[in-house]
């Protein structure tokens, strides 16, 4: 977004309640904003304003079909993913794995299964 920043803490709330609701996350929402995110979750407790957390972030885009068609074009050619199409907490190493599940089941599927492979290269 390119508005100008707020004035006061009550326009800064009001917009961080309208982001918010459009399902930016608060490292999205303080960067517009002007301030840390810190802040803008202690404003969300004190507003009662729900923010959307990575995953729900996550889903809203791989539902999104040109995000889904980037996944599976990086799938088919085998090229290095994106980073911001890939969860950072994927291990480089499992980056291409995530996209093939992610491109054939879907974001949750894929993320169960490189947290099982994760835990099963942990046990061994």
Not at 28 to 34: H, N, Q
Not at 36 to 53: E, Q, Y
Not at 58 to 85: H, I, T, W, Y
């Amino acid at each position: 977004m390119t508005r100008a920043r707020p004035k006061s803490t009550l326009e800064a709330i009001a917009r961080m309640t309208e982001m918010a609701q459009a399902g930016a996350l608060a490292v999205e929402i303080a960067r517009d904003i002007g301030v840390s995110p810190a802040c803008i979750i202690k404003w969300a407790k004190r507003a009662d304003v729900r923010l959307p957390s990575r995953s729900e972030a996550q889903q809203r885009r791989c539902a999104d079909p040109a995000v889904r068609a980037q996944l599976a074009e990086a799938s088919r050619v085998g090229r290095p993913p994106r980073s911001d199409l890939v969860p950072r907490w994927v291990p480089a190493d499992l980056k291409g794995e995530y996209i093939d599940f992610a491109v054939l089941y879907g974001e949750e599927c894929a993320a169960s299964r490189i947290r099982q492979m994760k835990a099963e290269a942990l046990a061994c």
